[in-house]
């Protein structure tokens, strides 16, 4: 059976599930085809979840447009999508007479930009705003600001999808046909076919392989991995703001730094190494130690028992290895393949950035198709940015007598509750893998990481949910938790 819409999105990634909320405020019928059976499971949930300002980059780019425009959009965005934001401003800090020089011209730059408040600042106002920084003079930003990556993509998902716009998960288009009349047919390797008037290629890592399969073969992708440290919550308070050295001319990133997260974890790097596998998330053993080393240079009072895990990112990157740097966002409305919106190379500060890409978009898929605005568009997402242990005592209380799931802790690093556990498995977009309750609920982010958690989640799965062994995914269809059975119950129950 052919699925037909006016839109079809490829690529479930912050940006492209901003571009179907967007498109949801219209009568058009629109879908995300997401090859991981989650939305945000690559380079959207694997960043330093940074909202940055905009004096990175050159005036007049469309990273400096969008990076300034979508940052001024998040206030209203995460509180109408219940997703949490701070906004803590960022040093940028000079060990040196280069580096002073540098933060002089980032300031010039970020002013032509249009970024709001940025000021030079010697020692004595550094230590005021982050005691114990190191560095001769720091570039403050007010606007940068720190936010839940996977917390925003998830939310413009399922606010989408509450507006109408329709997700199928789990499927990797696998090919690209033009239809005689006009518009596409797009097949999947799970053996679906949809059609659509427009597409919208928003595939990240893979935005150049999709480009091939349209006949597109002006771009590469080089994919950039970044490692990461992430630290226990003990240390949370620690870092007033955001503390990043001055950059350095032609890296493939903004070097490595310490960031505190909204829910009072912090990150340590990331590294930049350039790979052949856009999905070799690994860490290593090198960078992890040179990631504690600088770590506890920037951060002393770190011990060895607060580093609880590591984890990994990729870029997409248009800048080959041998050329660092970076390139300008590519987006495009192609005159020479019909219909094809192309989005490529959207990384760093394609977070920020992601709101304002969709208007941008939003403009290009007007001039294809009518745009009339749906009346019934609700641009906000039900629920709470606060986890019950974040609650005032007295509506925890409220919460209990009302229903006893909420008395129930289920991850006990966190204090994540039963009741919570159950919503985010009855996630409005059906997604069931142990990572997607982790991103909705928490659980297993602590300490133990998932040592407590994990078996009292798979109970609930399988008492209340009827879950077998089978049906255990940690992440994707390739990533079994269980094979069978270990030894029967009484009266023929398994466990």
Same mark, same amino acid.
């Given at each position: ?130 005691? &114990? ?29 509450? =507006? ?36 919208? =290629? ?12 349209? @006949? ?9 991995? @970044? ?51 856009? %999905?070799?998330? @690994? ?61 490529? &190379? ?48 007295? %509506? ?23 009741? %919570? ?5 009855? =996630? ?62 009484? &009266?023929?129950?398994?466990?």
């Amino acid at each position: 059976m052919v699925q037909e819409y006016d839109v079809l999105v490829i690529g479930g990634g912050v940006v492209g599930c901003a571009i179907a909320r967007e498109l949801s405020k219209f009568r058009v019928r629109t879908a995300v085809v997401e090859k991981e059976m989650d939305v945000g499971l690559g380079t959207s949930c694997r960043n330093s979840g940074v909202l940055h300002a905009g004096f990175n980059y050159a005036p007049g780019t469309l990273r400096a447009i969008l990076d300034v425009k979508g940052n001024q959009m998040m206030d209203d965005l995460c509180r109408d999508l219940k997703v949490k934001i701070k906004r803590i401003g960022k040093l940028t800090v000079a060990l040196d007479d280069e580096d002073e020089a540098t933060l002089r011209r980032l300031k010039e730059q970020g002013e032509a930009n249009g970024v709001p408040g940025l000021e030079l600042i010697g020692r004595e106002r550094m230590q005021q705003i982050q005691p &114990g920084v190191e560095g001769t003079l720091a570039l403050h930003s007010p606007t940068s600001s720190i936010i839940s990556p996977y917390g925003l993509t998830i939310g413009l998902a399922e606010n989408a999808l509450a =507006n109408g716009v329709n997700f199928h998960l789990g499927q990797r288009v696998t090919s690209l046909s033009p239809l005689a009349g006009g518009g596409w047919s797009v097949g999947t390797g799970s053996g679906e076919t949809f059609t659509a008037k427009v597409l919208v =290629n928003a595939a990240g890592l893979f935005s150049a392989e999709v480009c091939r399969m349209a @006949g597109i073969t002006d771009y590469v992708i080089y994919p950039c991995r @970044g490692e990461y440290y992430v630290l226990d919550r003990r240390l949370d308070g620690t870092l007033k703001a955001l503390i990043y050295p001055a950059p350095k001319k032609n890296a493939p990133g903004l070097g490595i730094h310490l960031t505190p997260t909204v829910d009072g974890n912090i990150l340590i790097g990331p590294s930049a190494e350039y790979l052949n596998d856009p %999905e070799d998330h @690994g860490c290593t053993s090198d960078v992890m130690k040179e990631l504690r080393r600088e770590g506890r240079e920037l951060l002393p009072e770190i011990r060895m028992t607060d580093y609880i895990r590591n984890f990994a990112g990729i870029r997409p990157k248009q800048t080959p290895p041998e050329v660092g740097g970076n390139k300008d966002f590519v987006i495009e409305d192609r005159k020479d393949v019909l219909g094809f919106i192309n989005l490529v &190379g959207i990384e760093s500060p394609g977070l920020t950035s992601a709101p304002a890409i969709a208007g941008m978009v939003r403009e290009m898929v007007g001039k294809h198709i009518p745009l009339l605005p749906d009346p019934s568009f609700n641009p906000v997402r039900p629920g709470s940015p606060l986890f019950f242990s974040e609650l005032p005592a007295e %509506e925890k209380a409220a919460l209990i007598a009302d229903n006893p799931n909420y008395g129930e802790i289920i991850c006990r690093c966190e204090k994540i509750t039963k009741q %919570e556990i159950l919503d985010a498995i009855s =996630n409005p977009l059906g997604a069931r893998t142990l990572v997607s309750i982790k991103y909705r609920a928490r659980a297993s982010m602590g300490r133990c990481q998932g040592g407590f958690c994990v078996p009292r989640i798979t109970r609930i799965l399988r008492d209340e949910f009827g879950w077998k062994p089978q049906d255990f995914l940690k992440r994707s269809a390739g990533s079994p938790l269980f094979v069978g059975n270990v030894r029967p119950e009484k &009266g023929g129950a398994v466990r």
